[in-house]
């Protein structure tokens, strides 16, 4: 079964730092982008960042640049977010999904069921 | 405010067919194929449609459409288990950034 499994939330000071880990199953993780998608309480989905396959290619939206780090372990099927400097609005539901390539465009395939980030003093 | 402009709400009785609408620019959806992601009480999202063809396992009442930068995902033969929230995403060049729409919530009478 292709799964994405995400771990690693919890509650954080304004400032401080957490890393999200998402393990991957079922596939071959190597051969995939893969992204991170965060959705705060009661509003939409927002993209936060992506890595191609090999993970020499990594894109970020603007407001975490500098601040985020995206990252992955093929060897171990694993992607992660090293998150810091964090605010209060980066409080969110943070997903991973995979990116799959389907007649010459990519859509977000598959998705974990998430990781609940809160930054809160 | 999002990329993508989806309607915040719609409504449909069973059986009934809906629309549901996502505008762009030439920079996205007019460059790019568009996803659609229902997302069921605020659980993990589901893609739903990869542009106009259809999922492995999505029932074929789902149908999506686009033109110029406006796509569209329409549902016929409304089913209760259709009621959920439902984002629109594609990737935006000039942004270099994937986008997603507000989301539209679709209510089942």
């Known amino acids: 079964e292709v799964q994405l499994v995400e771990s690693g939330g919890g509650l954080v000071q304004p400032g401080g730092s957490l890393r999200l880990s998402c393990a991957a199953s079922?596939?071959?993780?190597?051969?995939?982008?893969v992204t991170w998608v965060r959705q705060a309480p009661g509003k939409g989905l927002e993209w936060v960042a992506n890595?191609?396959?090999?993970?020499?290619?990594?894109q970020y939206m603007d407001s975490v640049k500098g601040r985020f780090t995206i990252s992955r372990d093929n060897a171990k099927n694993s992607l992660f977010l090293q998150m810091n400097s964090l605010r209060a609005e980066d409080t969110a539901v943070y997903y991973c999904?995979?990116?799959?390539?389907?007649?010459?465009?990519?859509?977000?395939?598959?998705w974990g069921k998430g990781t609940t980030v809160t930054v809160s003093s | 405010q999002s990329a993508l402009t989806q309607e915040a709400s719609v409504s449909g009785t069973v059986g009934q067919k809906v629309t549901l609408s996502c505008t762009g620019n030439?920079?996205?959806?007019?460059?790019?194929?568009v996803g659609w992601y229902q997302q069921i009480s605020h659980g993990a999202p589901k893609i739903v449609m990869f542009?106009?063809s259809l999922p492995s396992g999505i029932p074929d009442r789902f149908s999506g459409s686009k033109s110029g930068t406006t796509a569209s995902l329409t549902i016929s033969g409304l089913q209760p288990e259709d009621e959920a929230d439902y984002y629109c995403?594609?990737?935006?060049?000039?942004?270099?950034?994937?986008?997603f729409g507000g989301g539209t919530k679709l209510t089942v009478l």
């Open positions: 999904a995979r990116h799959d390539l389907v007649y010459n465009y990519y859509y977000m395939d598959v």
């Open positions: 079922g596939f071959i993780f190597s051969t995939y982008w």
């Open positions: 890595i191609n396959p090999d993970g020499g290619v990594k």
């Open positions: 030439s920079k996205n959806i007019g460059s790019y194929a």
């Open positions: 542009g106009n």
């Open positions: 995403s594609t990737w935006d060049n000039s942004l270099t950034a994937w986008v």
